[in-house]
């Protein structure tokens, strides 16, 4: 019964590859992340949807593409994979935007790129 | 923009001390700090969080308090023990908008047996 369930767990994958992470929650939640942490444990945004609609675009590059079918999904597609995107990649969800409301995170996708 | 700074970056305290870690922020119109515990290999995960019309929450051991006029905010936990060795983030919501929180860089806990 996972909330935010983000599938692969760990990834290794040669530069230049796409790749995609998938991101399902079963909470009812209108808004989505995604949030990239580097390996100093910095937690930055990367994109928000809320009800399908992009509400945030941090300065990403475009090689990143979120994708939302629907608003329990939000998966994440990189193209072109550089070393530098090495990072745990964490999904979340929460009810209606983050003021005032819990984010609930996924366990994380831990992306290593050789 | 707002701007969330986290003091320290790790703190190591003996089991059943106290701990207190530490946030200021940027932006007055902010009025929503949640505090964040993630666990190794874990997702962050909400452990208490207050808003701007109040100076001071508690849940068991741990407390947050906020001085709105100094614009910091700290996270205490009380008698500390092993599990609550984690990184613990900051938050803090920005007044122009209702989707994003900004981030603390976080503190490493260690708690000592």
């Known amino acids: 019964d996972t909330a935010v369930s983000q599938t692969p767990k760990y990834l290794v994958t040669q530069m230049g590859n796409d790749k995609s992470i998938k991101c399902e929650q079963n909470?009812?939640?209108?808004?989505m992340y995604w949030y990239k942490q580097d390996s100093k444990k910095f937690l930055k945004i990367m994109f928000s949807?809320?009800?399908?609609?992009?509400?945030i675009n941090e300065t990403v590059p475009n090689r990143f593409s979120p994708k939302s079918p629907d608003k329990a999904h939000l998966n994440l597609h990189i193209n072109s994979l550089e070393l530098g995107d090495s990072a745990v990649y964490f999904c979340?969800?929460?009810?209606?935007?983050?003021?005032?409301?819990?984010?609930?995170f996924g366990e994380g996708s831990w992306l290593t790129v050789v | 923009g707002e701007n969330v700074e986290q003091h320290p970056s790790t703190l190591s305290v003996q089991e059943g001390d106290s701990a207190v870690i530490k946030c200021t922020y940027s932006?007055?119109?902010?009025?929503?700090f949640p505090w964040y515990k993630q666990e190794l290999g874990k997702g962050p995960q909400l452990i208490i969080d207050?808003?701007?019309n109040v100076g001071e929450k508690k849940d068991q051991r741990i407390a947050v308090t906020l001085n709105k006029t100094a614009k910091h905010f700290s996270l205490h936990i009380t008698e500390t023990q092993p599990e609550d060795s984690a990184v613990y983030f900051c938050?803090?919501?920005?007044?122009?908008?209702?989707?994003?929180?900004?981030w603390g860089a976080g503190t490493k806990l260690i708690i000592k047996p």
């Open positions: 207050i808003r701007s």
């Open positions: 949807y809320n009800n399908k609609e992009l509400i």
């Open positions: 938050a803090a919501t920005p007044g122009h908008s209702n989707y994003q929180l900004i």
């Open positions: 932006d007055s119109a902010s009025n929503y």
């Open positions: 979340a969800s929460s009810p209606t935007g983050d003021r005032g409301n819990t984010i609930y």
């Open positions: 909470l009812g939640h209108d808004t």
